[in-house]
Every structure is written in C-alpha cells, then in structure tokens.
C-alpha cells in the first residue's frame, strides 16, 4: 500500500490558483507538481505529465486557430492512444466539448453523431478512413478534420479541412493554454449511450459533473500518486475514461492498452509496469480465469481489482480472488447518467457478494414504487440518485430528458429516474433486479432476467448467459435463456432447464434454452440482449 505522504503535494502558489476549478486543470497541476514523472505508457511510447501539457496545449491552439469556440463540440474518433489523450485534454482547454467515439462504431452511426452533435472539428486516425471518409461527405457543420497517422495524397478527398496531427501541433508556438472562458458548469463531454431502444443519447456531463466523480471515485478507490493503473478499457466508454481522468488526478501513471483482445501482451505490460489497479469488466476476467499460463505472470503488485457494467457472479468473484489473492475487490454499478451510483466496500465482499453495495461518497440514493411513493428495505422499485454527479440531460432531447430528471425532495433540485429496479437490505445495502425494461412478465409474474442468469451461472460447465423475454401465446411473455458452455463441456436444453427446478420458483424457469458458440457483445463487453430478442 503506498505511503500517505504520496498522497500529499505542494500547495498551489496564489499566482497558480483558480477562482473555478475545470476538470483538465487536473493535468496542469500534475504537469507543475510533476513534471517529469512518466504519465501515459502507450505502444512503445513513455510521456511525462509536462510532454502531455505541451501537446494537448499545442493542439488546443490549433483547435481554437480552426474556428473553435466556448461551447463547440469535437469528436475524437479514434482508438485508446497518445493522440486520444492529448485530443482529450486540448478539447477542454479550448474551452470546447468533447466527445470520444470508440474507432469500432460504423460510418453510418458515426454520420448520426457528427450530425447529432454539429461537431465543428474531427479528430480521428488515418487506419480507419473507410468509415471516417463516407461519414464526413454529408457533416455540414464539420469544418476541419485532424488525422494521425500516415495517408497517401488524395486519399482523404472531400473530407472537411484534412490536416495532419503532427502538422496541427508543429504549426503552434505557444506553450501556454489558451485563455480559459469556461466555468465549472458548463458542458465537458457528451458520452453517447448504446441506444440498444433507439437513436444514441448524447449524456451531457459538466465539469462539475466529472470533477465531482473523479473525486468520489479516487476516494473511495484510495488512488495515489504511486499508483499504476491500467487502461485496457475504451476511452469512449466512460468507465476506460475515468481511468486517465483519475490517474492525472493523483499524479499517477497510466498503462493504455487498445484492448484485451491478445490477454498475454497485456499481462507482460502489468508486469512490466508494475501495474497497482487493475479495472476490468466480467468478459475480461472470463477470459482471465481461462488461461493457461496465468500462473506464470507476477500479479502480485495488484491491489485493487474494480468491475462495473455488469454484476459480478459468484464465480467470478471467486475467480479473482484466486488470481489476485493480495488485492481488494471493488464490485461497482453505475450508468452513464451519473458515472457512478454504488460501491461494495470489499470487506463486505465475503459477507454479502451479490450487492452493488452503498452510495458513493457525496451521492444519495433511495427507491420508490410506480406511485413515486419512497420504499423501505428488501421492497424492490425504481433507483433514485440524487448528487452532483447527475448528468444536465440528453444532448438536444428534452423528452428524453424529463424521463430521466424529474423534481427531488428539494425545491428547485432535480433528481435522477435511472429506470433501473432494485432492493436495499436492512442495512442500506443495495442489490441490483434489473433493468424496468428488461423485465419479464410471465403468468402475470414478474420474471427478473438478472435473478434467472444467476442461477444458470451456478450450473457447472456454463461460460455466459443471457435471459431475455419473448411473445408467447398462452404466457404472454416466455423466459428464454441463451447459455454458452465452458470449453470441452457439452450442455443439452433439457440438462440446464433441469438444473433450473431445482434453483428457481416454476415461473422463472425458461421454457425455451438455446445454447449457442457465444453470445452478441457490444464495444464494451456488454452482452446485447435487443440482438437477442
């Protein structure tokens, strides 16, 4: 565990101070505390926090030199690099907004986002111009797109404003940021969501919103300066940003990785780097728990484990702490609208695995009934969030938005209808049943798909599942589960509907099994159930 002096740093001198804190002060504070600490390691690359200040101030200039504007909107499309950190931080320091895209997202949905956003300026990489280059011809509020990257000459025809990122950087000679227009609660990103019932939402997140997290989150995590943290999440998912936002929070150094899809490169960069905190999702400690030679690598320097997105199962708890026996395991939920509600403290692990656990610090949550009345324990109803973590809306959607926010307790305030049904235990510990949309009604029961993937998940030689509900005539909706086996285990319909009578009351037991080689996956690891109904 690092000391508690690595924790503390000089005072800022007054000359440094700020009236409104905004969130990439982080990296100018780090960049004078320390500068020549090593902040990002990415393929091959080693920059210190004062390289990182030199180019994201390099290209925030640039930004502002091509039309950018307080409260324009980019888009950074691209994958987990150099280049997407810097384009990051330079967004917000040209007083503008930013938005990630993960480099995986198809032109035609890339074409919405541009379009849904008016985005004035692209960021993106030349490897992936054959969904960037249709997606700019009909951008009309694009004026200028930045490509890292080698191009040949003309390849990039009729796309807005083409320059080079290299050229954009060299082009300026100002070392210092540009002037600052914004205060706290204007708007820093929009992170668009799935949009598994529709067109993506832009989630609206202010400065407030996100220094408010951050804060929350590295508290409670304990991130310190000494820490390593790995960043093998996608940027554009909010959960693989938080990752650099809190690492140049503390002072710590970020391991960025594109993805885990080659497991033992990774793993010999955790080594290598010694890596402290090590944030995944299930999918990837699924694979984790597969290797082979995982006894061979030293993960001994671990000691913090953090999952969200999905619940932990049983299993995989047990998993991790046979892989990492030293480190603490935070099992975390939360939704783009406000980052983050709930952590389990992992002492409570052992005593209560299934909980998401309690409010993160400065957050408030409660549960209410479809009358809006308040629940007390072990009563299931809608999750409540109340704190300033909570998003400023849907991005240019203002009945989306009124869904979503509606008054709080307090007069003026408004509060987030996360539309997610749970349950607190005596204690105030929360237990996640699922999504309102997700819910099955069979035989006039309500079926919860989270309770049902639980117990197929204790069946041995199941890998993955999912539940989802589908018409039937006589039930109205049946339950259909979809399994996947663990390699060299062979399952039948009729053998995991057996072991489901014996785990389930009769209405949750799916009436139809389909055990299939994988199952649909989203960009972040989610399994996509709208694929599967």
């Known amino acids: 565990m690092p000391e508690i002096q690595a924790m503390i740093r000089p005072p800022i001198p007054s000359a440094h101070r700020r009236a409104t804190p905004l969130l990439h002060d982080y990296l100018a504070d780090s960049a004078r505390c320390l500068p020549d600490k090593v902040a990002l390691v990415c393929m091959g690359q080693r920059l210190s926090f004062a390289e990182l200040e030199a180019r994201s101030n390099a290209l925030a200039h640039a930004l502002v030199r091509r039309g950018v504007e307080r409260g324009d909107r980019v888009v950074v499309f691209a ?22 895209v993960n480099p995986l997202t ?24 054959s969904i960037f280059v249709p997606a700019t011809q009909n951008a009309p509020h694009l004026v200028s797109t930045i490509v890292s990257g080698s191009y040949a000459e ?29 205060i706290d609660i204007d708007l820093a990103a929009i992170i668009y969501t799935s949009g598994s019932t529709g067109d993506p939402k832009g989630v609206m997140l202010t400065h407030r919103n996100m220094l408010t997290a951050a804060t929350s989150i590295a508290t409670y995590l304990e991130l310190v300066e000494a ?65 082979k030679t995982l006894s061979t690598y030293d993960l001994s320097a671990i000691r913090a484990v953090t999952n969200t997105a999905a619940a932990l199962q049983l299993r995989h708890i047990e998993s991790l702490r046979e892989i990492f026996p030293q480190a603490r395991i935070f099992s975390m939920y939360g939704l783009t609208e406000c980052k983050r509600c709930t952590y389990l403290p992992p002492e409570e692990l052992a005593r209560r695995p299934l909980s998401v656990g309690i409010a993160i610090p400065n957050t408030e949550l409660w549960l209410v009934d479809e009358n809006d009345v308040k629940l007390g324990p072990n009563q299931v109803g809608q999750l409540v969030i109340r704190g300033a973590t909570v998003m400023k809306g849907y991005w240019e959607k203002p009945e989306e938005t009124a869904k979503k926010l509606r ?5 003026g305030e408004f509060v987030l209808y996360t539309g997610d049904y749970c349950r607190l235990d005596d204690e105030g510990f929360l237990y996640f049943v699922s999504r309102m949309d997700d819910i099955i009604k069979s035989r006039g029961e309500k079926v919860s798909p ?70 649909p996956k989203g960009m972040t690891g989610k399994i996509q159930k709208t694929n599967l109904k």
């Open 227 to 291: 820490d390593v943290v790995l960043g093998v999440l996608p940027l554009a998912f909010d959960y693989g940003l938080y990752q650099l936002i809190m690492s140049t929070r503390v002072g710590a150094r970020l391991v960025l990785e594109r993805s885990f899809t080659y497991p033992a490169q990774v793993l010999n960069q955790v080594v290598a780097e010694k890596v402290s905190v090590f944030p995944g999702v299930p999918t990837i400690f699924t694979i984790l728990s597969g290797l």
């Open 154 to 182: 003309g390849a990039l025809r009729g796309v807005p404003g083409v320059v080079s990122f290299a050229d954009a950087l060299a082009a300026e000679s100002s070392s210092a940021a540009p002037p600052r227009s914004n």
């Open 407 to 411: 008054p709080g307790p307090l007069p």
């Open 106 to 129: 198809k032109a035609d949905k890339l074409q919405y986002l541009l379009n849904d956003c008016r985005a004035k300026v692209l960021i993106t990489d030349a490897h992936i111009a």
């Open 450 to 519: 989270a309770e049902v993937e639980r117990a197929i998940h204790q069946i041995p030689g199941v890998l993955e599942t999912a539940v989802v509900g589908v018409p039937d005539d006589i039930l109205g909706e049946a339950v259909k589960a979809f399994v996947v086996a663990q390699e060299g285990v062979t399952l039948s319909a009729k053998s995991v509907q057996l072991e489901c009578q014996k785990r389930l009351e009769s209405f949750m037991v799916p009436k139809f099994v389909e055990v299939v080689p994988e199952l």
């Open 79 to 100: 994958d987990n690099t150099v280049e997407t950190v810097v384009s990051f931080w330079a967004v917000l320091k040209a007083n503008a907004v930013v938005s990630i």
